[in-house]
């Protein structure tokens, strides 16, 4: 069936320092891919979406992917903030099952100073 | 903004009792949805619903049930609680299956 894998953590940065989470994906149909963070004591937001093969989606610097020949949507930022100690979840939509999203089991990071 | 409540952060109770747990937004979407969480793994489906009185079970419906009177109002039913439902819960909305999902705060549910 459809799933979301995503790397497991928890990764712990310094601040500055460059971010990757990686997310792989197995689908049957064309999915659309997201990215949604969980801060502390919150409910999830989405932080990024890309909907087809090649699409890039970024938002507050973060950036991800979408990559059909590798099933990856790895989510990327250059330079972590402490404000961006949060958990991260990959997700994807499968067209044609509707419109429940299947998440990845979420990845915590936690940025010092 | 849109914006999806959940009617309790934290909730205690026992086991055996009947628990409800509400959901409103605000913004005339069609899609709801409730979801747990756990540590280690993830968010997983429990039920959604694309209209007034349409239900679809998720993944893992056993020992739920779901409610929706109206458009907005979208509530999980634990009809006997267990202390294995003791998880946090998520409820979302949606407009269609385009368009994002927007998440409530959650509810933190200990069945003692």
């Known amino acids: 069936g459809d799933s979301v894998t995503q790397m497991e953590g928890p990764v712990t940065l310094s601040e500055e320092a460059f971010l990757t989470i990686n997310c792989t994906y197995t689908?049957?149909?064309?999915?659309?891919l997201f990215w949604y963070v969980q801060y502390p004591g919150e409910g999830l937001q989405l932080l990024l979406k890309?909907?087809?093969?090649?699409d890039k989606g970024s938002n507050k610097g973060f950036e991800a992917t979408y990559r059909k020949e590798t099933t990856s949507f790895h989510l990327e930022k250059g330079s972590v903030q402490v404000s961006d100690s949060a958990v991260y979840f990959c997700?994807?939509?499968?067209?044609?099952?509707?419109?429940?999203?299947?998440f990845g089991k979420g990845t915590t990071l936690s940025v010092s100073s | 903004d849109v914006k999806v409540t959940q009617s309790s952060r934290y909730l205690v109770k026992r086991t055996g009792e009947k628990v409800f747990l509400e959901c409103v937004q605000d913004?005339?979407?069609?899609?709801m949805f409730w979801y747990r969480q756990d540590p280690g793994l993830g968010l997983r489906l429990i039920y959604f619903?694309?209209?007034?009185?349409?239900?679809e079970k998720g993944d893992i419906p056993e020992g739920y049930s779901v409610s929706r009177e109206k458009k907005e109002r979208f509530s999980l039913i634990l009809e006997s609680a267990s202390t294995n439902q003791t998880s946090m819960y998520l409820c979302?909305?949606?407009?269609?299956?385009?368009?994002?999902?927007?998440f409530g705060p959650g509810t933190r549910l200990t069945v003692t």
């Open positions: 979302a909305s949606s407009k269609d299956s385009n368009y994002e999902q927007y």
């Open positions: 619903s694309y209209d007034v009185k349409m239900k």
């Open positions: 689908a049957t149909g064309y999915p659309s």
């Open positions: 997700a994807l939509r499968v067209r044609q099952a509707g419109t429940a999203l299947i």
């Open positions: 913004m005339d979407h069609e899609n």
């Open positions: 890309a909907t087809k093969a090649d």
